[in-house]
């Protein structure tokens, strides 16, 4: 591998070894992520027929797994090569990338905050729209199911979001068992069942409203994630800040 190196030992041993360390776990999750996102495209025959990638109505998350495993997969590969050998250019690579992603996610941490009413929007459209698309795509409908369920949602605003998809709407020419209901994952967890029943949502939303409550969750996943994305932001952001400094200490 071309390229400047460091002369003596201007690279803390400490420093340099850890940096490794933590690079080549990257760069194997990398691995990991790109792995999973091509088998799973090579289950659906995506990577036979490459323009069905656009066939699907809602969003494909096989696409987190490629795009995410890829970005690892390059940070980490630049990361671990450029602290091992002492690379300049790689490490200066692995820094700017690096800079570049908090920058990107800073900016967009603002632009979120100024436009949150625009932001709001579009998170519900997003949702609706792959809230019709549910059936369609087995990923998609885990996706959507880990979802409500780790935040203890249903819809993007409420249940009666579930009026957009064929199978759950309450129009009388539906013939579907579905009609009226939800999917299980919108369910209040009952700690006596030991085995998930995912006929719980059926015809749930024929009772009242005040009736609801008993059975399914009433608050929207937009909502939800605005709350989640408060207690957590802070968090988040320290951790990366940290992170990134303990590179860039590598670096410099």
């Known amino acids: ?40 495209w090579s289950e659906k025959g995506v990577l036979s027929n490459i323009s069905s990638i656009t066939d699907m109505g809602g969003f494909d998350p096989v696409w987190l797994f490629i795009v995410v495993g890829g970005v690892m997969f390059i940070l980490g590969f630049a990361g671990c090569i450029g602290a091992l050998r002492e690379n300049t250019f790689l490490l200066k690579f692995f820094s700017v990338f690096l800079g570049i992603i908090f920058f990107l996610e800073l900016t967009a941490g603002v632009l979120a905050f100024v436009f949150k009413d625009w932001i709001k929007d579009q998170l519900s459209f997003f949702i609706n729209n792959n809230i019709r698309a549910y059936r369609d795509d087995i990923d998609l409908q885990n996706l959507i199911d880990f979802t409500q369920e780790y935040w203890e949602c249903c819809g993007a605003f ?9 199978y759950f709407n309450c129009t009388d020419t539906n013939a579907s068992r579905e009609r009226c209901g939800v999917p299980f994952s919108c369910c ?7 085995v998930i029943n995912t006929q719980c949502g059926y015809d749930v939303r024929a009772k009242l409203e005040s009736e609801q409550q008993n059975f399914i969750y009433i608050k929207g996943c937009v909502p939800q994630f605005e ?6 932001l802070t968090v988040v952001a320290g951790i990366f800040i940290g992170v990134a400094l303990l590179q860039v200490r590598g670096v410099c």
């Open 188 to 194: 209040t967890n009952d700690p006596a069942e030991d």
């Open 227 to 232: 709350k989640w994305l408060k207690d957590n």
């Open 1 to 40: 591998m071309s390229g400047k190196h460091y002369k003596g030992h201007e690279v803390s041993c400490c420093i340099k070894y850890f940096i490794f360390g933590f690079n080549i776990l990257f760069w194997l999750l990398g691995v990991a992520f790109l792995g999973i996102g091509l088998w799973a």
């Open 158 to 166: 409420g249940a009666n979001d579930w009026n957009l998809n064929i």
